[in-house]
């Protein structure tokens, strides 16, 4: 079952509802579990639940993002710090968008998660506000880039019906012009033989 909403609007929704979790993973009082372990599960947590959003739109089984996840899960446990699971986390993610969800033509998906992955983590990296709330701001301005996906994706995908629909038209449109050529044949036949 494909879900009704766009993978554009998901994605800025998602990446509001990442935001608020990091940001209560990072100023929630202290507690057992580190900051940066629990901001780490919180990335990884949003990650999965818009993979499988992803999974889900495009048709796929969630089967298929075992392998990427548990990667994810493993560096996740291994990673000391928040950026050293951020980059991994972004080519996590756009192995799961391009390698498993929206296959199409390589070079266009190769551009997109280029433009961006790279443009996503070049403007956290650029605009990371300190305090608190850094990581929560840098996920959500992150997250609006993601969006942008889909629209260098959508141009493929809006022009191929177009023209595809557009050649049957144009098929059938011959066919009719064939058909009518016929029936006047016939009549002209049938006129001949009656006179």
Not at 2 to 26: D, E, H
Not at 36 to 61: D, E, K, P
Not at 88 to 109: E, K, T, V
């Amino acid at each position: 079952m494909k879900p009704n909403i766009s993978p554009l609007a998901a994605s800025v929704v998602l990446a509001a509802a990442a935001a608020l979790l990091v940001a209560a993973a990072t100023i929630l009082p202290p507690r057992p579990i580190s900051r940066t372990i629990a901001t780490n599960a919180a990335i990884f947590l949003c990650l999965a639940a818009y993979s499988a959003f992803l999974a889900r739109s495009s048709g796929r089984s969630l089967r298929a993002l075992f392998a990427p996840l548990f990667m994810l899960a493993a560096v996740m446990a291994v990673a000391g710090t928040v950026t050293g699971f951020v980059v991994p986390a972004a080519a996590g993610l756009s192995w799961i968008r391009s390698g498993i969800c929206f296959q199409g033509s390589m070079p266009r998906r190769v551009c997109a998660e280029a433009i961006t992955c790279a443009a996503g983590l070049g403007l956290v990296r650029l605009l990371h506000p300190p305090g608190s709330y850094g990581w929560a701001l840098s996920i959500w301005m992150f997250g609006l880039i993601q969006a942008l996906y889909f629209v260098v994706v959508a141009v493929e995908r809006i022009r191929l019906p177009e023209d595809k629909e557009q050649d049957r038209m144009a098929k059938a449109h011959r066919r009719a012009e064939a058909l009518l050529r016929e029936q006047k044949l016939e009549r002209a036949f049938a006129e001949l033989d009656g006179s």
